[in-house]
């Protein structure tokens, strides 16, 4: 067990409206990204974190932003939901010692946006 | 450009024989490779892994191939059980220091008793 929790699980939200997606994680993992899931696209990442106040863009980054004001919290942020933002994202955090290239992912945020 | 594809959608094998999942890459840079295992309405759980600088890793029932010439990986299942009926991602990283993965688009497997 990771420690990662994600809130909300299940959300469903209107065409325009803000919507921010928490990460939680009580390890204390510098680096934490964020992943959206869609059918015949596997997982792409959206953005990522290497520290407090230090993130970057990921692959599909248009129409999200992000902010981590402490290691322990990374938050998605879609400023105006769309239509094509319905996904499943999901929230990650690297590991440390002998597998720092494995990640390791929360439950996941099912978003449906009418 | 999908850097790297899985490219069978699904997959379907009876209960007790082997289960091979393929994946291809194209990045030269990728050094490390992984495979995940998703059940619905869970995150991505971390099968296995193998670095560039081997070609065989294995973990109890499960065995990753890499071929880096062909840029090829493969997972083995042996034998195989219902309870791994679930998608398979395969993912890779390299070239950068952030640990960024990039995934397959995953196969779904059916183990049938």
């Known amino acids: 067990d990771a420690g990662i929790t994600q809130s909300p699980r299940h959300k469903v939200t209107e065409t325009g409206t803000p919507v921010t997606l928490r990460c939680h994680q009580t390890?204390?993992?510098?680096?934490m990204y964020w992943y959206r899931q869609d059918p015949g696209h596997g997982l792409r990442l959206i953005h990522y974190s290497y520290g407090v106040k230090d993130t970057d863009k990921g692959e599909v980054s248009d129409g999200y932003s992000v902010s981590r004001s402490k290691t322990e919290d990374f938050l998605l942020t879609l400023e105006s939901a769309t239509s094509s933002q319905t996904s499943v994202y999901f929230c990650?955090?690297?590991?440390?010692?002998?597998?720092?290239?494995?990640?390791?992912f929360g439950p996941g945020t099912r978003l449906t946006v009418l | 450009d999908q850097q790297v594809k899985q490219n069978s959608p699904s997959l379907s094998v009876q209960e007790g024989r082997i289960s091979i999942l393929n994946c291809d890459y194209t990045n030269s840079m990728f050094d490390y490779f992984l495979w995940y295992k998703k059940y619905p309405a869970e995150g991505p759980t971390f099968l296995i892994s193998i670095s560039s600088i081997k070609d065989k890793n294995e973990d109890g029932r499960f065995t990753v191939f890499l071929n880096k010439s062909a840029k090829h990986l493969s997972l083995h299942i042996v034998p195989s059980q219902p309870g791994d009926s679930a998608v398979y991602f395969c993912a890779a990283s390299g070239g950068t220091s952030y640990g960024k993965l990039t995934f397959g688009q995953g196969t779904i497997l059916t183990v049938h008793p």
């Open positions: 990650a955090i690297r590991g440390f010692g002998g597998a720092t290239d494995t990640q390791y």
């Open positions: 390890e204390n993992h510098r680096y």
